[in-house]
């Protein structure tokens, strides 16, 4: 009898620090988008030149964070931030670029992106099967994808833009439930900035797929 309570007390206890984890998460995603909208409207006269320093920060605050996750939350915290802005900032010139040109596509961009998240954010996080296959095969896929569209850039393919978004989208819905399935198995509230970082880029490229798409045509 005193196991049974025991285990029900440790089970209840791992519940609270889950749903501790996944609010904390979803409160710096919110927070990260908010640094990626500043960025995006602070760098709105920047050239391309600028896009790419800014894309190279960014890479170096997500690789900072897993260097620092362990040793300071707070700084973790602020590297996370600093990745919001930094990636609002390299983004800057193409959202500006949509904005003049099409900025119906960008409402539909985000309000697909939303539902896209919603949607395969709830399915993993209330699958209970091990995804770790399906995390490994969307990581390949992912790398392919990469390979693809560099050939994109020299070899013309009808069609190919849509192919490689649509693809695109396939590789994240994995990436996505996975994440989610991550954030709901995992109690340990020091890697909330990491995954808030990994969620908060699946939403990005989403956003930038469904972006591709809608101003098809532009």
Do not use: K
Request: contains cysteine.
């Amino acid at each position: 009898m005193t196991d049974s309570l025991s285990v029900g007390r440790l089970g209840a206890v791992d519940r609270d620090r889950s749903h501790a984890l996944f609010a904390q998460t979803m409160s710096y995603v919110a927070v990260t988008a908010g640094c990626f909208a500043l960025g995006s409207y602070l760098g709105r006269t920047l050239s391309e030149g600028w896009a790419i320093v800014w894309f190279i920060v960014a890479f170096a605050c997500l690789i900072a964070m897993n260097f620092a996750v362990r040793r300071s939350g707070g700084l973790t915290v602020g590297l996370l931030l600093a990745f919001g802005l930094a990636l609002g900032l390299a983004m800057a010139p193409a959202l500006v670029y949509y904005a003049s040109t099409n900025p119906q596509a960008l409402w539909q961009a985000g309000g697909a992106t939303a539902l896209f998240i919603a949607g395969f954010g709830a399915v993993g996080y209330a699958t209970r099967r091990d995804l770790s296959g399906l995390a490994r095969l969307s990581f390949w896929a992912l790398v392919a994808l990469i390979v693809f569209g560099i050939v994109l850039i020299f070899v013309r393919i009808p069609h190919g833009e849509l192919i490689y978004s649509v693809l695109g989208l396939v590789i994240f819905a994995g990436l996505t439930v996975v994440d989610f399935q991550r954030l709901r198995r995992s109690t340990d509230l020091a890697s909330a900035p990491l995954l808030a970082a990994s969620i908060f880029l699946d939403a990005l490229n989403v956003f930038l797929f469904f972006l591709r798409i809608f101003s098809r045509g532009n």
